[in-house]
């Protein structure tokens, strides 16, 4: 079976600009997470998507919105990019949204804002 | 607020020896407590997780934890260390709090274990 996959692997931005990144979860899989990881710190908590709705919000800002998708893909948008913003995007696929439900991680997408 | 802490940036073992990589917690009620390891420009891999039960906890890799309530500890251990374990290591626990389950996931810092021949 496959993983999470995310698309694309890498990408290089300008301030300024909006940028989509996109995540399929595990197949049978109802809710996908979304998490920024900064350079020498662990995951934050964006978004969590279950059945199409959002469950859940980190402290970010509104220039990050998501969504998911009828097949429960996801998809994080973010605007008026900042350097900031540079980071490993971590998407998570789990069965359900419960606490007892652990979640799967895909590899990333490597966000370079310049 | 539930919150994790890696007392350690950097743990360093000799292979064949076993290793312990340390994670005290701070919750409101249960705890739901998790095991991530991280490669090199790779994702979060599950290693295994507590939710109720036997205080020791198997997972993958040979990787164990050991809960303990009263010292709100959740340490991760091997008894016998790979070279192909250096990685960097997360405990993570389950944030609770809110209105509505999000299933939110809060990170420690990270551990890096070294593990040399």
Known sequence: ?114 | AQSVAQPEDQVNVAEGNPLTVKCTYSVSGNPYLFWYVQYPNRGLQFLLKYITGDNLVKGSYGFEAEFNKSQTSFHLKKPSALVSDSALYFCAVRDLGGSSNTGKLIFGQGTTLQVKP
């Open chain 1, 1 to 114: 079976d496959a993983g999470v996959t995310q698309s694309p692997t890498h990408l290089i931005k300008t301030r300024g600009q909006h940028v989509t990144l996109r995540c399929s979860p595990i197949s049978g899989h109802k809710s996908v997470s979304w998490y920024q990881q900064v350079l020498g710190q662990g995951p934050q908590f964006i978004f969590q998507y279950y059945e199409k709705e959002e469950r859940g919000r980190g402290n970010f800002p509104d220039r990050f919105s998501a969504r998911q998708f009828p097949n429960y893909s996801s998809e994080l948008n973010v605007n008026a990019l900042l350097l900031g913003d540079s980071a490993l995007y971590l998407c998570a696929s789990s069965l359900f949204a419960g606490e007892n439900t652990e979640a799967f991680f895909g590899q990333g997408t490597r966000l370079t804002v310049v």
